[in-house]
């Protein structure tokens, strides 16, 4: 029988798991906190339990081993780049950024992605496989405990498709958020998709505060289509729909992420047809200079005209930044650290 991956499972499920051993439900709080409060790995270690439930867990259930396997600094705004290998040698990329208001970690939610966006290097090999809950806080516990910080801000951006990893992320969600555990505020929780819209509505229905982000980086089918195959699937004006439904149903403001391509999609009609769709619902567009990536021949457009993208978005009465770039001198944004480590090892 394949043995209970313990540090994945949420504050009640672990205290059903207990309580299912013959177990007050009170251990089950105790192994949590040990696990997503004190970050500790090692149930042998954890005494406040009796001898004997130690030795049955340790039978019944594992943590996987999950290690830094590299890890670059930047000079310029001390942002860090890790590489962390899972026990089954499989590699993901996270980053930490430093902000006034604090740190913000940027984590993987699956080893590659099937989404295929053509710019994304993610995408380029294909899915391998869903991340489980603790590799996911264990993102966050390795970088903290390696930094000697405290995260306050996470955003599920990175490698994957949180959506198509569904239970798991909201697993993720719950366990980080708990307060017997790290604790961290659901409004400081960003959930990036690349438009899943069956699943925006199951997220909006969970009724949790967190910001949803959604990657548009076009208002026309027909160019979306071309760079993101899940536009093939559900329309624009479906995906708008389902944003609409959210923020009624969470009172939260979307984020729509928006991908600067030169001639691509920061042509006058694209801002027009922008401010048309987004006319009326409660957002705020952060617009992303392209990083270029081999496999994809286009480019980014200049400052002068990403910024005025922003002004002209704005006469739109639509809050709109720039993402401000981070870690420009260790490279390798968007899944490119990664893939450019595991190309080598081929
Ligand atoms: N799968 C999710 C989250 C991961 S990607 C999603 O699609 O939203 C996070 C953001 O980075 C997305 O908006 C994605 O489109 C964008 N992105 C990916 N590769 C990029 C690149 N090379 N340059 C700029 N933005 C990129």
Redesign the pocket.
Known sequence: MDKVEINSLTFDELKEFVVNLGEKSYRGEQIFSYFHKNKKVDIGELHLLPRDLRESLKDITEVRKMDIFKKYFSKIDNTVKYLFLLDDMNIIETVVMEYKHGYSICISTQVG?K?G?S????TKEGLIRNLTPAEMVNQIYLAEKDLNINISNIV???????LDNYDNSLKFIDIISHSKGHNISLRDITL???GLVPRIYDLADENLPITL???L?SPFDEERRKIMPIARRYSIDELIEACKYYVNKTNRRITF?Y?LIENVNDRDIDIKELGRILKGVKCHINL??????RE?KEDRPSRKNIERVQRELMKYNISVTIRREMGGDISA???QLRRSVTQNNK
Do not use: K, Q, R, V
Not at 119 to 122: D, E, P, T
């Open positions: 992605c989404m966006c710019f994304c290097a993610s599920l951006m990175g490698s994957g498709e949180p990036s998709t690349c982000s959604i990657s980086h992420e991908t992303i200079p392209l990083n270029p990536i994809y944004s968007c899944g």
